[in-house]
């Protein structure tokens, strides 16, 4: 098979795999295994986006992707009633209320564990994803576009693990789990 027909299915299979999720979520139920296909199909776009072209074919594939997900959140503005209610006035604890402390320490701590150390953390993980890249015999272009890829996700996603924990301690755990990727890489001499 050509490598443009292989972008053409990952296409597809971006495309398919935004469907499929919009229609398992809009359903009253929500189906586990529409769920699943949906997104194993937009895994499997990304991954036919890399055979077909590297880093070139996952963004070609992502574009097709994120245009048929634009388009399904564009028809549910545009189709969906006006609101009745008013919009809630709640803070959700955001501020203290009057008396409350204020905690400033605290809140400090957490922009720091989730603003800075979580993105040093991505950032070693991205470059262990880039060095394992290289190692595996790929362009340079292609692993370094890997690791740009992968920092932000992976910021992304230790940040969202820290700030769920209820705890400090649970907090620094989740931080402890997220750099056990960077530590193989330097151990193998990979990053230096």
């Known amino acids: ?26 359903r009253p139920q929500r189906s586990f295994i529409l769920v699943t296909l949906g997104w194993g199909l ?19 594939a992502s574009l097709w992707a994120m245009g048929a997900a634009f388009a399904a959140l ?17 803070r959700v604890g955001m501020l203290p209320g009057r008396g409350e402390p204020r905690r400033i320490g605290g809140r400090l701590l957490t922009f720091a564990l989730v603003a800075v150390v979580s993105a040093l953390l991505a950032i070693g993980a991205a470059l262990a994803v880039g060095a394992l890249a290289r190692a595996a015999g790929w362009s340079a272009a ?10 932000p996700l992976a910021w992304s996603v230790i940040a969202y693990a820290v700030l769920v924990q209820a705890t400090r301690k649970g907090q620094f755990k989740a931080l402890a789990l997220a750099s056990l990727p960077t530590w193989p890489a330097l151990a193998l001499g990979l990053l230096t």
Do not use: E, H, Y
Request: hydrophobic share 60%; net charge positive.
């Open 1 to 26: 098979m050509s490598a443009d027909a292989v972008l053409a299915l990952a296409a597809l299979a971006g495309v398919g795999g935004v469907a499929v999720l919009r229609a398992a979520w809009s």
């Open 42 to 60: 937009l895994l499997a776009s990304l991954v036919l986006g890399a055979i077909s072209g590297g880093a070139w074919g996952c963004a070609v």
């Open 74 to 90: 564009a028809w549910a503005a545009i189709s969906s009633p006006p609101g009745k209610g008013q919009a809630s006035n709640r």
């Open 142 to 151: 292609n692993a370094n576009a890997m690791l740009l890829f992968t920092m």
